[in-house]
């Protein structure tokens, strides 16, 4: 795999898979006067992967998407919804890992200006901002435990 | 748009100035309760790293692979200290941008970190990297009551 690609799997922090894997009692808890909770950011950061993945394969999309964009509610309505959630995301960013492996499709020219690269490379700086957040607030909800040989807190 | 700017100072979410700006001394020295780490120690680790990664400090990589990933203490001696290790991690960042405006450069061996790693692989690499902590900072900003999202914000 492509260092591109690990960033989207298990690169430079915790393995995603891991970090979304969370106890459904706590996904919808902010704790102290956190903003989000843990569905929230991850509500969040799926749709706007979703969007880009669209962009990144040159497909039409609405041009009056809210990128900051949240549910409106703090806790997803039953477990089913969680899990197809954690599901929707996995999925989102194995389709990023196939296109950052794809040397002839990095290199297009969207009709935004960027290279699919460049998107890859905003998509991925995103999704971490967001990851790096779950991962404070499982630690807060003292739910957090590191994968083995984690270098990062 | 000059997305190594984005990547590294202004996009994706707020701007790291306004990140690490209007904090106290009080405020960047304290770790919430089950927090790991406090304001100060995420961003001296995240700053350390993307250091010595740029200047290819090899005795400080040792220390670091040593386990000297974060500062003796969770928070700064002063002020001064504080605004030093900030206007650092901007500087460097800065510096990350220049260094990518050079197509040769990014295209260029950096396979002490990785092999097969070009620059512009550890440029990725230190872009998440900082994404990571700023992130954190941000919610430890919320936890202490002072986070505002910038007025053009695309993010919280």
Not at chain 1, 9 to 38: K, N, W
Not at chain 1, 50 to 56: D, G, I, R
Not at chain 2, 94 to 112: G, I
Request: glycine share 6%.
């Amino acid at each position: 795999m492509t260092i591109l690609q690990r960033l989207f799997t298990d690169l430079e922090f915790a393995p995603r898979e891991h970090i979304v894997t969370v106890p459904f009692a706590y996904v919808g808890v902010q704790p102290g006067a956190a903003h989000h909770s843990i569905y929230e950011e991850l509500w969040h950061l799926t749709k706007w992967q979703n969007f880009v993945l669209l962009l990144a394969r040159g497909k039409a999309v609405r041009n009056d998407y809210n990128e900051e964009a949240f549910p409106d509610r703090q806790a997803p309505e039953d477990e089913n919804a969680w899990l197809e959630l954690v599901s929707e995301f996995l999925a989102g960013s194995a389709q990023a890992v196939a296109l950052a492996g794809d040397e002839d499709a990095l290199a297009v020219s969207l009709s935004d200006g960027l290279t699919v690269r460049e998107r890859l490379e905003l998509l991925a700086v995103h999704n971490t901002y967001h990851l790096g957040k779950i991962v404070l607030l499982r630690q807060l909800l003292g739910i957090w435990v590191p994968p083995p040989d984690d270098a990062e807190a | 748009m000059n997305t190594w700017k984005y990547l590294f100072l202004t996009g994706e979410f707020a701007p790291r100035t306004h990140i690490l700006g209007g904090l106290t001394l009080e405020q960047v020295g304290v770790r919430p309760i089950g927090a790991p780490h406090s304001i100060y120690e995420e961003l001296w680790h995240a700053a350390e790293w993307q250091r010595l990664t740029l200047d290819r400090d090899e005795a400080a990589h040792e220390r670091w692979e040593g386990g000297e990933q974060f500062p003796s203490r969770p928070g700064p001696e002063d002020e001064a200290a504080w605004q030093t290790l900030t206007d650092s991690f901007l500087a460097y960042s800065e510096r990350a941008v220049r260094l990518a405006d050079d197509e040769t450069f990014l295209e260029s061996d950096e396979s002490e970190r990785y092999p097969g790693a070009t620059w512009r692989n550890a440029l990725e690499c230190l872009a998440v990297h900082n994404a990571y902590h700023m992130g954190k900072i941000v919610l430890l900003r919320q936890l202490l009551g002072n986070w505002s999202p910038p007025p053009e914000a695309a993010e919280t």
